[in-house]
Nanobody, 126 residues
Framework: VQLVESGGGSVEEGGSLALSCTAP????????MGWFRQDPGKSREAVAY????????FYRESVKGRFTLSRNSGQNTIELQMNNLRSEDTGMYYC????????????????????WGPGTQVTVSS
């Protein structure tokens, strides 16, 4: 499964960016999908992820109220809208997907990722 990412870039603090990720239609169903961020010298950590039915969503504490993750089933796409960006949001963002149907959300919460996108850089300047 190849995840195709788009979005990212550079913005000043307080600005907004959006990240999109598309999965092949054949694999879209039964995947939990989301975004992880990797800071220099650290492992990837979840920013936000959403179930395949869009009935449950996780957000990292630091992004709650600022980021919104949505899922467009018709286009096999998730979108992370990032508002009021802060310098600490800077990093490489990776789209991720976990298989498993109803169990996929739990698998992603435990870091069991089956597919990764290539990554896209987000830079927020102060």
């Amino acid at each position: 499964v190849q995840l195709v990412e788009s979005g990212g870039g550079s913005v000043e603090e307080g600005g907004s960016l959006a990240l999109s990720c598309t999965a092949p239609r054949s694999s879209y169903v039964a995947l939990t999908m989301g975004w992880f961020r990797q800071d220099p010298g650290k492992s990837r950590e979840a920013v936000a992820y959403i179930t395949w039915t869009a009935d449950e969503t996780f957000y990292r504490e630091s992004v709650k109220g600022r980021f919104t993750l949505s899922r467009n089933s018709g286009q096999n796409t998730i979108e992370l809208q990032m508002n009021n960006l802060r310098s600490e949001d800077t990093g490489m963002y990776y789209c991720a997907a976990s298989q498993g149907g109803a169990g996929s959300f739990s698998r992603m919460s435990r870091g069991l990722i089956d597919y990764w996108g290539p990554g896209t850089q987000v830079t927020v300047s102060s």
